[in-house]
């Protein structure tokens, strides 16, 4: 049991963890409408699109690169299959939008991959650069413009409940999207590829030390293609589930959103310069960033400070973070002197 | 010492040396061509360029703040907040001022043009602080600020713009000086030449371009790092200030969402500028080709009514990755020649 | 003589115009240990890197196990028996010791799922091969750097390796983790496996190569057995010019000390040292990499503060919390970690030299008078002799001697009293040591004082005036180096 605790003491995800717990307490202490079913249905339902999103910017990170395009990639993907669908006048069910969608992504994808992977370039200015590739192509060439109305299947699944969860006390009911399913999948798969897979540690070894990834006899270009190209297919499928949430349409809706998923990513425990975190760490870190985004109302808040609060949570978990690092980089100094001296 | 060499390989060194300042003129030199052959009469007028150069100051001047934070190896996300955050402030004071006419006293203007520099420093000097003194990542320390600041702006708006401020402030800024040279270049050249000046020939700029290239290097070496990444810093946040100065001016409006898009486009601008987001090198001229190509595409572009302006991203990024497979192609060839013998 | 394990024959190489090998040769016998030495720049990693299949040579071939092959890939090299243990040992710090020892050999397999279970047992076989005992959970980044080596020593060895190359193993270990090593190689000896061991350090060269190679400037120079080989044959061979090893004499020893030590601590690497250094002296500190030597020169040039007894420069009390303080204070340190921590190696060879004087050749609010800046450049590439066509060439374009001169250039032209240097000539090639030497002495007789803090004890008993042994953390030996030699030296250091 204490090796355990031991071992808990020195991660990050407990404390994460903690500080959440602790800020749900307090919107609980404030409105006492916090562990209602209704809201924690609400947050569930607000963090499926950047969970999804979250989840693929930390398989960048961790690699050791950055990833700024997937919303306008999945902007593109989302657009262009709703566009489309609605063309062609499709009456049929989510299945084939999912696909369409998805397909689009890991064409996306590959594109990153093409430059990141088999050319080796930076990835964040690669990114930089085919973020407004994507942005141009779709606002561009494809003239993008808003949709009212979207393909009947892609409504009905927007629409359609898992389950409806009620406040016994208001009577206020909040709706669980079947799309959060789609989210668990995503979780389930890439915490699958990540631990039980050569090709996910070698995403880790690839963040650890690319060169000595390369001798031990990992594929480093072809690793990094196949994982931009899940990137690309992920963040497609979250785009085409805000889409179908929103029951509309709204090409420039995701963007901009890129820098926050990295810092939710990044206050989970991720290391900005790669090699290190866990799927729990970023999924708490995203949380925590959603959870604060939504509650300004029942914190009594007025919304408008909603980007203060994100803005100076984002600062001091960061800044946390930066000084445990710094005292954890002394410690170890000074330990392995005075471990020197016992052994003499 | 370049006396003794032979002019083509003096010519080869300098090429290597201005890379990207070569790469942007050929590209500027081609896309002038192109729009003198296919749309001289609208774009080689003196309005036209005139308006060109009243344009880009707004992003240009963001963008060399973001420059010089590259070059300490970090980078400034929080410059568009900066910029809204200042030009609210000014706008407010300037609304504040106003007399019952609509005019405004003659210290107005000064007055809430040295408030929002201030502001601007002050804003820097909490950045640079945050990435010295705390050691946060540049990246996430100035996206925290970036989202403060411009929460701190919607607060203050209460999400709303800030408008109806005495027209003196615009027309001043819009006109042009001698009636040739607009207001707003004059403003962006000068504080392109001041940052030349600090980069190129003082100790400011030889120390930050150590401190981009190892900061470990540079402790050693007596380098007062955390000094100096304040007040590089802070000179990012004087420049947002005087960008969000002429973004009031252009829409003479403020508000707390004006250009997010700038963000994103003017790291673009300098990495293509040829600045290495990793630290210790970039010139100013490379900057301010890259700058003034943009605007020139941009412009161009709209001459053709056909072409949506939105393939300007498109150009762009397309742009920034050719450029670098290029490099890849051609650095590779060079490290194959001369470095790896010592491996 | 027995069939040799592995041949090379006259093996070319060159890079685009630049040749890096001419026509080498090279010879090991199985279970044979073999040095290969060289100074920077030689080809003997060029040669390293064709072995292993990394490299293709233009002609030549190579034999190896009595199988006869001219380009080989890397993974049929290390199918062969090749392994070849990287001066960085090729690690993951983020990861496990097991997930290290194990990804190799599961990829090999062709593996797509990880399985801990078997990882598991191949992690736990490959450490009982040398009797190495660590937590298989440990991340590798908490391990030191002799472990982290017992690490990548482990996993060559799961190959049925043949022949094992390593590339300058002993750079970072301490003495007694050099001897540690030692016995490994030894071990491995036995089990019939060949190690071919690159390094410059002559005393390696002697106490565990039964056979040597040395290569000049892409050629081979010599090939023997180490019986036959002295220190002057060596350092002969080494740079093709001979010397003669000056011993320190002071000259010009000042009356009054510059710089005083008064039982300076720093909790958790040294304390209790009290010194007196005179100008015109060379003192010489040594002792193991973990006797604190290293945190007492930070300590004296203000990296890492002391937090117990005094300093004092000219009689006067100093605080030194930061190098600025010690900079003002003339005293300038050349560092151990040349690369990282005194070059800035992409920038050109003129803004390394005068960047710590910068403040003195600008005006009083910072702008650089360039014409003074262009006279110092060329004052101090004269006066050190650093060769380069072109002070604005980059630093890198220099060899580990020269760039070496660059940092001595550097401190030299701050015009300090007071000159300490960690480990002034490690990865230095012999024909720049013994003139970086020459220089410090000549330094010296014209008045500067100087610190040598280095455990290369031929080197401190050469140089210095006075010699101080530290023994974890602590003064244990005050000595005259005229009167003493090496083996009483080391018996106070262990």
């Keep these: 049991m204490q ?195 050569m090709f996910g540690r070698g ?38 589930m805000r889409t179908c949430m929103m029951t509309q349409m709204h090409p420039t809706n995701m963007l901009g959103m890129e820098m926050n998923i990295i810092a939710g990513v990044v206050l989970g425990g991720t290391a900005i310069t790669g090699g290190a975190g866990s799927l729990t760490g970023c999924m708490l870190g995203t949380v925590l960033i959603v959870v604060v985004e939504n509650s300004m109302i029942l914190l009594g808040v007025p919304t408008v400070w909603k980007s203060v609060f994100v803005g100076a949570l984002i600062i001091v978990g960061t800044g946390v973070s930066a000084v445990q690092v710094a005292r954890a980089n002394r410690v170890h100094v000074s330990k392995k002197a005075a471990l020197k001296e016992v052994r003499q | 010492m370049n ?58 001047l963001m963008a060399l703040g973001i420059m010089v934070c590259m070059i300490t190896g970090g980078i400034d996300l929080s410059v568009v907040g900066v910029a809204n955050l200042t030009s609210i402030l000014m706008a407010m004071m300037m609304k504040a001022l106003a007399t019952a006419d609509g005019g405004l006293p003659v210290y107005a203007i000064p007055l809430s043009f040295a408030l929002s520099m201030l502001m601007g420093a002050i804003a820097g000097v909490f950045n640079g602080a945050l990435v010295s003194k705390i050691r946060i990542p540049p990246i996430l320390a100035t996206l925290g600020t970036s989202e403060l600041f411009t929460g701190i702006a919607i607060v203050a ?47 400011y700029g030889a120390k930050i371009y ?27 946040g004087l420049c947002a200030a005087l960008g969000g100065m002429i973004m009031l001016a252009n829409y003479n409006s403020a508000r707390a969402d004006y250009g997010t898009v700038y963000t994103l486009q003017c790291v673009l601008i300098v990495v293509l500028g040829g600045v290495n987001p990793s630290g210790g090198s970039g010139r100013i001229s490379g900057v301010v080709l890259a700058i003034l190509l943009l605007q020139m595409l941009q412009t161009g572009i709209n001459r053709f009514p056909e072409i949506s302006s939105y393939y300007i991203s498109l150009i762009w990024g397309g742009v920034l990755i050719l450029i670098m497979v290029l490099n890849y192609f051609t650095e590779n060839n060079i490290r194959l020649f001369g470095a790896k013998r010592r491996v | ?202 005393n390696e060269v002697f106490e565990i190569s039964e056979r040597f190679t040395i290569f000049r400037s892409g050629e081979l120079v010599v090939t023997g057995n180490t019986a036959d080989l002295d220190k002057k044959k060596f350092s002969y061979y080494m740079t093709g010019r001979e010397f003669e090893d000056k011993a320190f004499v002071p000259k010009n020893v000042s009356e009054r000390p ?52 005094e300093l004092l420069k000219d009689g006067k009390r100093l605080r030194l919390r930061m190098p600025q303080d010690a900079i003002r204070n003339r005293i300038g340190y050349v560092p151990e970690d040349r690369l990282s921590e005194g070059l800035f190696l992409p920038r050109t060879i003129a803004d390394n030299v005068v960047i710590a004087e910068i403040d003195r050749l600008a005006t009083g609010i910072g702008i650089i008078r360039r014409k003074k800046r262009h006279e110092e450049i060329r004052r101090w590439v004269k006066e050190l002799s650093i060769a380069t066509p072109n002070p604005d060439n980059a630093c890198s374009t220099l060899s580990g001697g020269n760039q070496q001169r660059v940092v001595l250039a550097k401190w030299l032209s701050c015009n300090p009293d007071v000159l300490v240097l960690n480990g002034p000539t490690v990865g230095v090639d012999i024909g720049s040591k013994h003139d970086i030497h020459g220089i410090l002495q000549k330094l010296a007789n014209d008045g500067m004082a100087i610190v040598i803090i280095s455990d290369d004890l031929p080197e401190v008993l050469e140089n210095c005036s006075r010699l101080m042994v530290l023994k974890a953390g602590r003064m244990v030996a005050e000595l005259d180096p005229a009167k003493t030699d090496e083996r009483e030296v080391l018996s106070y250091m262990l």
């Design chain 1, 3 to 197: 090796k355990v605790i031991k071992k808990l003491s020195r991660r990050n995800e407990p404390y994460i963890f903690v500080v959440l717990l602790l800020l749900c307490v307090l919107i609980e202490i404030r409105s006492g409408q916090f562990f209602t079913p209704n809201n924690l249905v609400d947050i569930l339902s607000a963090a499926v699109v950047p969970g999804i999103f979250a989840v693929g910017a930390f398989m960048v990170i961790v690699s050791g690169g950055i990833d700024v395009s997937f919303p306008a990639l999945a902007s593109l993907s989302a657009y262009a299959t709703t566009s489309l669908l609605l063309e062609s006048n499709y009456q049929g069910g989510i299945w084939l939008p999912i696909l369409i969608a998805v397909g689009f992504g890991a064409l996306l994808g590959a594109f990153n991959g093409l430059f990141i992977g088999h050319f080796g370039l930076p990835a964040l200015i690669v990114t930089l650069g085919s973020s407004s590739v994507f942005k141009g192509f779709m606002q561009g060439t494809l003239n993008s413009r808003q949709f009212a109305v979207i393909p009947p299947g892609m409504k009905n699944f927007g629409l359609s409940p898992l389950f409806i969860a009620t406040n016994p006390q208001s009577g206020l009911t909040a709706r669980m999207p079947v799309s959060f399913l789609a989210f668990l999948a995503v979780l389930i798969v890439a915490y699958f590829l990540l631990q039980r897979t």
């Design chain 1, 203 to 240: 995403i880790y070894a690839i963040g650890g030390n690319e060169v000595s990834a390369h001798r031990a006899g990992f594929s480093v270009r072809r690793t990094k293609f196949g994982m931009y190209v899940f990137v690309g297919m992920i963040s497609s499928l979250a785009g085409l």
């Design chain 2, 3 to 60: 006396a003794t060499r032979k002019p083509a390989a003096r010519l080869r060194a300098l090429y290597r040396r201005d890379r990207h300042v070569w790469r942007l003129s050929l590209m500027m030199v081609v896309w002038m061509a192109f729009m003198a052959i296919t749309r001289f009469e609208k774009f080689y007028t003196l309005i036209n360029v005139q308006t060109m150069f009243a344009q880009f100051p707004e992003f240009g």
């Design chain 2, 157 to 203: 708006t209460n999400g709303k713009a800030v408008s109806k401020l005495p027209r003196v402030y615009a027309t001043s800024i819009n006109s042009k000086l001698f009636g040739l040279i607009p207001v707003q270049l004059i403003f962006f050249a000068a504080m392109a030449l001041v940052i030349w000046y600090l980069l190129a020939r003082t100790t």
């Design chain 2, 210 to 236: 150590m401190i981009g290239t190892s900061s470990t290097a540079a402790r050693f070496s007596g380098i007062k790092t955390d000094l100096l990444l304040i007040k590089t810093y802070m000179l990012s």
């Design chain 3, 1 to 202: 003589m027995a069939q040799a394990l592995l041949r090379a024959e006259g093996i070319c190489k060159s890079f685009a115009g630049v040749q890096a090998l001419k026509s080498v040769s090279l010879e090991i016998a199985p279970g044979e240990i073999h040095c290969l030495a060289g100074e920077n720049g030689c080809g003997k990693s060029t040669l390293i890197k064709i072995i292993s299949g990394v490299y293709q040579p233009d002609s030549g071939f190579i034999e190896f196990a009595g199988k006869k092959y001219g380009k080989i890939a890397p993974r049929d090299a290390i199918a062969s028996g090749i392994q070849v243990i990287y001066q960085d040992f090729s690690i993951f710090p983020n990861l496990t010791v097991m997930e290290n020892l194990a990804f190799n050999s599961e990829l090999a397999d062709g593996r797509k799922f990880v399985n801990r279970a078997r990882m598991q047992k191949i992690a736990e076989e490959a450490i009982l091969k040398i009797d190495f005992r660590v937590d298989l959970d440990r991340t590798v980044g908490t391990l030191s750097v002799a472990e982290k080596q017992m690490v990548a020593i482990s996993r060559a060895l799961m190959f049925n390796a043949k022949l094992i190359i390593m590339d300058e193993p002993t750079t970072a270990l301490t003495k007694k983790e050099v001897q540690a090593l030692f016995k490994i190689i030894l071990r491995l000896k036995e089990q019939g496996i060949a190690i071919l061991f690159v390094s410059h350090k002559l």
């Design chain 3, 258 to 309: 510059v710089l005083e030590a008064r039982n300076l601590g720093l909790r958790g690497s040294f304390e209790g040292v009290s010194f007196e250094l005179r100008k015109g002296e060379i003192l010489g500190i040594t002792g193991l990499l973990d006797s604190g030597r290293t945190e007492l020169a930070l300590s004296l040039f203000g990296a890492r503060a002391a937090d117990e007894g």
